[in-house]
Protein backbone atom coordinates (compact mmCIF):
# COMPACT_ATOMS: atom_id res chain seq x y z
CA UNK A 1 0.00 0.00 0.00
CA UNK A 2 1.15 3.63 -0.16
CA UNK A 3 0.57 6.55 1.90
CA UNK A 4 -0.39 10.06 0.18
CA UNK A 5 -0.01 13.79 1.48
CA UNK A 6 -2.01 16.87 -0.51
CA UNK A 7 -0.31 19.91 0.21
CA UNK A 8 -1.15 23.46 -1.71
CA UNK A 9 -4.64 24.04 -0.48
CA UNK A 10 -5.74 27.56 0.42
CA UNK A 11 -7.73 30.70 -0.21
CA UNK A 12 -7.76 32.52 -3.81
CA UNK A 13 -10.24 35.00 -5.54
CA UNK A 14 -12.20 33.70 -8.46
CA UNK A 15 -9.84 33.78 -11.57
CA UNK A 16 -6.94 32.42 -9.38
CA UNK A 17 -4.79 29.94 -9.60
CA UNK A 18 -3.48 26.91 -7.19
CA UNK A 19 -1.13 24.33 -7.42
CA UNK A 20 -1.66 21.32 -5.23
CA UNK A 21 1.17 18.69 -4.57
CA UNK A 22 0.59 15.06 -3.29
CA UNK A 23 3.28 13.29 -2.06
CA UNK A 24 3.47 8.92 -1.88
CA UNK A 25 5.25 7.22 0.19
CA UNK A 26 5.45 2.70 0.52
CA UNK A 27 5.14 0.90 -2.28
CA UNK A 28 4.75 3.57 -4.89
CA UNK A 29 5.99 1.00 -7.60
CA UNK A 30 2.85 -0.67 -7.26
CA UNK A 31 0.74 2.33 -8.06
CA UNK A 32 -1.52 1.73 -11.37
CA UNK A 33 -3.21 5.11 -11.67
CA UNK A 34 -3.31 8.60 -9.67
CA UNK A 35 -6.19 11.35 -9.08
CA UNK A 36 -7.45 13.92 -8.09
CA UNK A 37 -11.01 14.11 -6.35
CA UNK A 38 -13.22 16.51 -4.50
CA UNK A 39 -15.91 17.28 -1.89
CA UNK A 40 -18.15 20.33 -1.91
CA UNK A 41 -20.08 20.54 1.38
CA UNK A 42 -23.11 18.88 1.40
CA UNK A 43 -22.30 16.76 -2.07
CA UNK A 44 -20.67 13.81 -2.29
CA UNK A 45 -17.43 13.26 -3.39
CA UNK A 46 -16.25 13.41 -7.13
CA UNK A 47 -13.86 12.92 -9.69
CA UNK A 48 -11.25 16.15 -10.95
CA UNK A 49 -8.72 14.39 -12.68
CA UNK A 50 -6.95 11.19 -13.13
CA UNK A 51 -3.41 9.90 -14.70
CA UNK A 52 -2.70 6.52 -15.76
CA UNK A 53 0.99 5.06 -15.40
CA UNK A 54 0.64 4.84 -19.32
CA UNK A 55 -0.19 8.60 -19.26
CA UNK A 56 -3.75 8.89 -19.96
CA UNK A 57 -5.69 11.68 -18.61
CA UNK A 58 -9.46 12.17 -17.78
CA UNK A 59 -10.72 14.93 -16.68
CA UNK A 60 -14.35 16.01 -15.50
CA UNK A 61 -16.15 18.42 -17.76
CA UNK A 62 -16.05 20.90 -15.12
CA UNK A 63 -12.71 21.66 -14.84
CA UNK A 64 -11.03 20.81 -18.57
CA UNK A 65 -9.20 23.52 -19.78
CA UNK A 66 -8.62 24.79 -16.56
CA UNK A 67 -6.98 22.18 -14.39
CA UNK A 68 -3.80 20.10 -15.50
CA UNK A 69 -2.91 16.52 -13.61
CA UNK A 70 0.73 16.06 -13.49
CA UNK A 71 3.49 13.44 -12.01
CA UNK A 72 6.97 13.62 -11.05
CA UNK A 73 7.79 10.50 -10.88
CA UNK A 74 11.46 11.27 -9.59
CA UNK A 75 9.72 12.41 -6.57
CA UNK A 76 6.96 10.00 -6.02
CA UNK A 77 4.51 12.88 -6.43
CA UNK A 78 1.23 13.94 -8.49
CA UNK A 79 0.02 17.60 -9.03
CA UNK A 80 -3.13 19.43 -10.27
CA UNK A 81 -2.62 22.87 -11.68
CA UNK A 82 -5.53 24.86 -10.59
CA UNK A 83 -6.18 27.69 -12.97
CA UNK A 84 -9.07 30.21 -13.60
CA UNK A 85 -10.73 29.49 -10.59
CA UNK A 86 -14.40 29.49 -9.75
CA UNK A 87 -15.98 29.67 -6.66
CA UNK A 88 -17.89 26.39 -7.48
CA UNK A 89 -14.03 24.42 -7.32
CA UNK A 90 -14.25 25.24 -3.65
CA UNK A 91 -13.96 21.79 -1.59
CA UNK A 92 -11.40 19.85 0.11
CA UNK A 93 -9.42 18.12 -2.70
CA UNK A 94 -8.46 14.45 -2.17
CA UNK A 95 -5.57 12.41 -3.42
CA UNK A 96 -6.23 9.11 -4.46
CA UNK A 97 -3.55 6.27 -5.92
CA UNK A 98 -5.04 3.02 -7.14
CA UNK A 99 -3.04 -0.42 -7.41
CA UNK A 100 -4.51 -3.90 -8.25
CA UNK A 101 -5.69 -4.08 -4.45
CA UNK A 102 -6.05 -1.17 -3.01
CA UNK A 103 -7.16 2.53 -2.90
CA UNK A 104 -5.56 4.60 -0.69
CA UNK A 105 -6.69 8.19 0.06
CA UNK A 106 -4.81 11.70 1.61
CA UNK A 107 -6.40 13.31 4.41
CA UNK A 108 -7.01 16.37 2.00
CA UNK A 109 -6.31 19.83 1.45
CA UNK A 110 -8.61 22.64 1.32
CA UNK A 111 -9.23 25.08 -1.27
CA UNK A 112 -11.61 28.04 -0.97
CA UNK A 113 -12.37 30.23 -4.03
CA UNK A 114 -13.74 33.43 -3.20
CA UNK A 115 -16.29 35.49 -5.77
Known amino acids: QVQLVESGGGLVQAGGSLTLSCAAS????????MGWYRQAPGKQREMVAT???????NYADSVKGRFTISRDNAKDTVYLQLNSLKPEDTGVYYC?????????WGQGTQVTVSS
Open 96 to 104: NAGGDEYDS
Open 51 to 57: LSNSGTT
Open 26 to 33: GDVSSILN
